[in-house]
């Protein structure tokens, strides 16, 4: 029986190491899972906190370019009675709305979203920048061409969170 408790003994030590080891193998994958999970999370969070950023951007500039083609079209004085400065900081607004779209755009691996982004920035720069002291009807109707891209935009951003929720 001694012989036989003394050959046991390294088997014992192995089924505990190997079950060691299988455990710590586990914790390993679910910590790595653990992780995955999380960093899905924070990316997921980032994008939707940008996205919302985005839409309060346009809806800002859009609020601000309409105050300005109001002021022309009120006063009668024409473009002048609109302070440059708030023209400039307008035109800053529609530079962070770009820089947001170019943040989005990055979550994407298609290309043709970062132009339509593109393009509805430089879109909103023309109105702040020319549109604004056009008559209402035109006014009006270079923002029914970036409300129709923003739309697209603001789908795409939608889609995009969905999409990451799985």
């Known amino acids: 029986m001694n012989g036989a408790g003394r050959n046991l003994l390294p088997i014992v030590s192995l089924c505990v190491a190997g079950m060691s080891f299988a455990a710590a193998g586990y914790q390993s994958y679910s910590h790595h899972r653990n992780l995955e999970i999380v960093q899905r999370n924070v990316i997921r969070a980032e994008f939707l906190r940008t996205c919302r950023e985005i839409i309060e951007a346009y809806f800002a500039v ?3 370019a309409y105050a300005m083609n109001e002021a022309v079209i009120a006063q009668g004085r024409g473009p002048d009675v609109v302070d440059p400065l708030i023209q400039r900081e307008v035109e800053g607004q529609v530079f962070k709305f770009g820089a947001l779209g170019t943040f989005l755009a990055n979550f994407r691996e298609d290309g043709s979203i970062r132009e339509r982004y593109t393009q509805l920035s430089w879109k909103l720069l023309a109105i702040v920048r020319e549109s604004y002291k056009q008559p209402r009807v035109t006014f009006d109707q270079a923002y029914a061409e970036a409300d129709t891209l923003f739309g697209d935009m603001n ?10 929720i799985l």
Request: charged share 45%; glycine share 0%.
């Open 155 to 164: 789908e795409d951003c939608a889609r995009t969170a969905r999409l990451s």
């Open 62 to 64: 859009k609020m601000r």
